[in-house]
């Protein structure tokens, strides 16, 4: 038995609310466009984010950091 089959990382004890989405704790998702109704996926390869709709249909949107954070403020 691998040392690792017998651990539970820390977020998977943590219990998602009903009115939390789930994807807010990727390490793909930044979490405060998304907190803002948007998509919020991040192309991890270039740091950019999609500004779309949350669950938009399609391909992503992905502008770069600044723009993003812009939409935070």
Known sequence: MNSH???TSETSRQAVRADERPDLRSVHVHEDVARTGRCGNVHLATGRTCILPERHHGSCDFVGPDDA???TE
């Open 69 to 71: 954070n812009g939409l």
């Open 5 to 7: 089959e017998n651990s």
